[in-house]
Each structure stands twice: as structure tokens, then as C-alpha cells.
């Protein structure tokens, strides 16, 4: 099965600031990976896929970059909506598997 | 508005088995597959496999495969996934999600139920 790595697992962060999620597969995924974001008393949201295609109704402050073994989420000036857990999910071959998460704090 | 309602958390015994559902409204629910997911603390998101209810053929997770039953009902628009054998290895929150109709590659999940929690007790 392919390892997803994500890192940080913790950032804390202010809104108005960006940051960037890494994503790491232990094989090569092509461009076929996804971000989901997680928020209590919500449903799991899907924000982009095939690495950088956003999704509809995804803000444009989200993007996503990489191919191959690794990836990046970035979110330039932090909404307080988007205070979440965001997971990586690759979606080149089976079985699906996910990162471990980063939990996105406020600072 | 696509929604996904998933069915009560329950609370089963060792060695029992539970079938959970995923009523789907908002789509036509034979346009699209649906995957099932298990989310517990020590292992993080697991897919656990994929029914396309229109020809209603399943893939499984390899790891899964024995544990979990999906089936589905397009009369009622409802997924099912059955898990057998519970052991506390099995108490973990059970997510449905919807995805593309196409089961060469694995699909992305574009929208989730709220999920189900299993907690596996005596």
C-alpha cells in the first residue's frame, strides 16, 4: 500500500497569514492526490483533487501543487473558517490511503 | 443539496455483527459509486471499499475483505455496509462518502455522511 506522510500534524497559525501542508506518498502517485477538510458538527469536505483541480465551491485562497511523491496545500490569508483538519488522500491506485492529518489551530 | 444521512451510532457486543446504512438524496443515486471509510484514533482514515449500485459491484479493501458487506438498494436509495465478527479493533467511527461512478482507479470523495460510531463492548 502506498504510505502517506503528512507533516506538519500540528500548525498554528493567525487569520490573514498562509500556510502549507505537506503531503508525502512512498511511491510515486502521479498527479492523483487529494485534500479533504474536516471540521466538528460538519461533513468532510473535498477541496481539491488531482493534485491542484479545485473542487467546486472551493475558495481560490486554497491551492495545491506537487507531483509524483510530494505534494503541498497551501492557504493563503487564513479565513477563521478555515481553522480544520486537513487530510491528503492518494487516488492513483488501490486501496486509497490517507495521511495522518494536520490539525490547523489558532494561534 | 447532495446529502448523505448515515444511520445512528451503536453499541455491539464482541463476536456480533452490525449493519449500518448511508441514505443518499439529492443525486440520482445510480450516477454514482459509494465508498465506505473507517476513522479510528490508532490508524487514522481507512478506506474500506466501494459499491457502484447501478451494477451493484464491490471492490474491497484487501484488508477488509471478510469484515466488511456492502450492499445496496436502489429502490430506497441506501447503502449498506455490514461489518461481522466485531472485535474492539472494529470500534471506530464508519464513514459513507460519494464518488465517481468508475472502479479502474480509485475515485475521490466529494461528499461525506456525518458517520456512524461503532464502539465494540461486553
Known amino acids: 500500500d502506498v504510505q502517506m506522510t503528512q507533516s506538519p500534524s500540528y500548525l498554528a497559525a493567525s487569520p490573514g497569514e498562509s500556510v502549507s501542508i505537506s503531503c508525502k506518498a512512498s511511491?510515486?502517485?502521479?498527479?492523483?492526490l487529494a485534500w479533504y477538510q474536516e471540521k466538528p458538527g460538519k461533513t468532510n469536505k473535498l477541496l481539491i483533487y488531482?493534485?491542484?483541480t479545485l473542487q467546486s465551491g472551493t475558495p481560490s485562497r486554497f491551492s495545491g501543487s506537487g507531483s509524483g511523491t510530494d505534494f503541498t496545500l497551501t492557504i493563503r490569508s487564513l479565513e477563521p473558517e478555515d481553522f480544520a483538519v486537513y487530510y491528503c488522500?492518494?487516488?492513483?491506485?488501490?486501496?486509497?490511503?490517507f495521511g495522518g492529518g494536520t490539525k490547523l489551530e489558532l494561534k | 443539496e447532495v446529502k448523505l444521512q448515515q444511520s445512528g451510532d451503536e453499541l455491539v457486543r464482541p463476536g456480533a455483527s452490525v449493519k449500518m446504512s448511508c441514505k443518499a438524496s439529492?443525486?440520482?443515486?445510480?450516477?454514482?459509486?459509494m465508498h465506505w471509510v473507517k476513522q479510528s484514533p490508532g490508524q487514522g482514515l481507512e478506506w474500506i471499499g466501494t459499491?457502484?449500485?447501478?451494477?451493484?459491484?464491490?471492490s474491497y479493501n484487501q484488508k477488509f475483505k471478510g469484515k466488511a458487506t456492502l450492499t445496496a438498494d436502489k429502490s430506497s436509495n441506501t447503502a449498506y455496509m455490514e461489518l461481522s465478527r466485531l472485535t474492539s479493533e472494529d470500534s471506530a467511527v464508519y464513514y459513507c462518502?460519494?464518488?465517481?461512478?468508475?472502479?479502474?482507479?480509485?475515485?475521490?470523495?466529494?461528499?461525506w455522511g456525518q458517520g456512524a460510531s461503532v464502539t465494540v463492548s461486553s
Open positions: 462518502a460519494r464518488g465517481p461512478m468508475v472502479l479502474i482507479t480509485p475515485g475521490v470523495m466529494d461528499a
Open positions: 439529492g443525486y440520482t443515486f445510480t450516477d454514482y459509486a
Open positions: 459499491i457502484i449500485p447501478l451494477i451493484d459491484t464491490t
Open positions: 511511491k510515486s502517485i502521479n498527479t492523483y
Open positions: 488531482s493534485g491542484s
Open positions: 488522500q492518494q487516488h492513483n491506485e488501490y486501496p486509497q490511503t
